[in-house]
């Protein structure tokens, strides 16, 4: 049972909830920024802004975007008094979003959105201190001689005192609805990720994972079944377990490499649980690795998912 609202228009997160926020920060710690410093997530989320309009993509990156959503949030977070994170109901677009005692919140998703779109630039340090104030409001405010961003308002929450904004100086933008109704979009496509894959992680990736549905479908016990893969046009050598593939794929000397491995996957895509499924972990050396897998009975089921990324296998 889902848990009273803590504010009109606001409910407590659920364990699968808390529980997507945590593989969103695992997406932000893969990149090996340091995801507590406001300025170095502040430069990873421009670089990767950078990207996307290099690319003249039109479709957001809204795996991306979420992932900046919350990592930005948790810094709001260490600096803010009694706030926690809640999920807002009561709008066309759900989201994670930080609430404080009295009603004070923020939701940072949405924000990161915004100024995405409208193409804001090293916005990220002055946000984080505004939203803490925001959300810890003190008799004593802070002189008005640096002005900082001010978060969006939750809507449905009690109305809080919020400082007086800026004139906005971004453009008029279109708008722009989430291709998502789910509560944190997953990625649907690698460039999605926050560090996105070669092409020749990808092909390594998508080779060995059809080479080990084959070998599960076939398998009468395939719960055990592990590979490495060396090289980008190595075969599955089997070994005894994902850790042992992993140490195997360390130690072998190659640019590139990938480990398979039989879990299962549920229908929001965490591992451990749900229906039994091939994993693929493949990367290149010193870079953060693309984890995709595929569900199978006797033959394989649905599609292929993108489950996220982790730390360098090299």
């Given at each position: 049972?889902?848990?009273?609202?803590?504010?009109?228009?606001?409910?407590?997160?659920?364990?699968?909830?808390?529980?997507?926020?945590?593989?969103?920060?695992?997406?932000?710690?893969?990149?090996?920024?340091?995801?507590?410093?406001?300025?170095?997530?502040?430069?990873?989320?421009?670089?990767?802004?950078?990207?996307?309009?290099?690319?003249?993509?039109?479709?957001?990156?809204?795996?991306?975007?979420?992932?900046?959503?919350?990592?930005?949030?948790?810094?709001?977070?260490?600096?803010?008094?009694?706030?926690?994170?809640?999920?807002?109901?009561a709008s066309d677009r759900p989201?994670?979003?930080?609430?404080?005692?009295?009603?004070?919140?923020?939701?940072?998703?949405?924000?990161?959105?915004?100024?995405?779109?409208?193409?804001?630039?090293?916005?990220?340090?002055?946000?984080?201190?505004?939203?803490?104030?925001?959300l810890s409001p003190v008799a004593?405010?802070?002189?008005?001689?640096?002005?900082?961003?001010?978060?969006?308002?939750?809507?449905?929450?009690?109305?809080?005192?919020?400082?007086?904004?800026?004139?906005?100086?971004?453009?008029?933008?279109?708008?722009?609805?989430?291709?998502?109704?789910?509560?944190?979009?997953?990625?649907?496509?690698?460039?999605?990720?926050?560090?996105?894959?070669?092409?020749?992680?990808?092909?390594?990736?998508?080779?060995?994972?059809?080479?080990?549905?084959?070998?599960?479908?076939?398998?009468?016990?395939?719960?055990?079944?592990?590979?490495?893969v060396h090289g980008s046009e190595?075969?599955?050598?089997?070994?005894?377990?994902?850790?042992?593939?992993?140490?195997?794929?360390?130690?072998?000397?190659?640019?590139?490499?990938?480990?398979?491995?039989?879990?299962?996957?549920?229908?929001?895509?965490?591992?451990?649980?749900?229906?039994?499924?091939?994993?693929?972990?493949?990367?290149?050396?010193?870079?953060?690795?693309?984890?995709?897998?595929?569900?199978?009975?006797?033959?394989?089921?649905?599609?292929?998912?993108?489950?996220?990324?982790?730390?360098?296998?090299?």
């Amino acid at each position: 049972m889902v848990p009273a609202p803590v504010v009109v228009g606001m409910r407590p997160l659920t364990p699968a909830e808390h529980a997507h926020l945590d593989r969103l920060r695992e997406f932000l710690a893969a990149s090996r920024t340091d995801v507590s410093d406001a300025r170095a997530l502040g430069a990873l989320l421009d670089t990767q802004r950078a990207r996307w309009e290099a690319a003249g993509s039109s479709e957001l990156p809204e795996a991306v975007l979420a992932a900046f959503g919350v990592g930005i949030g948790d810094l709001v977070l260490a600096s803010a008094d009694d706030a926690h994170w809640v999920l807002r109901t009561a709008s066309d677009r759900p989201a994670p979003a930080l609430l404080a005692e009295g009603g004070a919140a923020v939701v940072p998703l949405d924000d990161v959105r915004d100024r995405w779109i409208s193409g804001a630039r090293d916005w990220v340090p002055a946000y984080v201190a505004a939203a803490a104030r925001h959300l810890s409001p003190v008799a004593d405010s802070p002189a008005a001689d640096t002005p900082a961003p001010v978060p969006t308002p939750l809507a449905g929450a009690a109305p809080p005192a919020v400082p007086t904004p800026l004139p906005s100086r971004k453009p008029a933008q279109p708008d722009l609805p989430s291709r998502r109704s789910s509560r944190v979009p997953r990625p649907r496509i690698p460039a999605d990720l926050p560090v996105p894959p070669s092409v020749r992680v990808q092909m390594i990736a998508l080779r060995a994972l059809d080479q080990g549905l084959e070998l599960a479908c076939a398998s009468p016990d395939p719960a055990g079944l592990a590979f490495v893969v060396h090289g980008s046009e190595g075969a599955l050598v089997p070994v005894a377990s994902q850790a042992a593939a992993r140490l195997a794929a360390a130690g072998g000397g190659a640019e590139v490499a990938a480990v398979v491995w039989v879990s299962s996957l549920d229908d929001e895509g965490h591992v451990g649980a749900g229906t039994p499924a091939v994993l693929v972990e493949a990367g290149e050396r010193g870079v953060a690795t693309l984890v995709v897998a595929h569900r199978f009975a006797a033959a394989p089921v649905d599609d292929l998912v993108i489950v996220g990324q982790g730390a360098p296998l090299l």
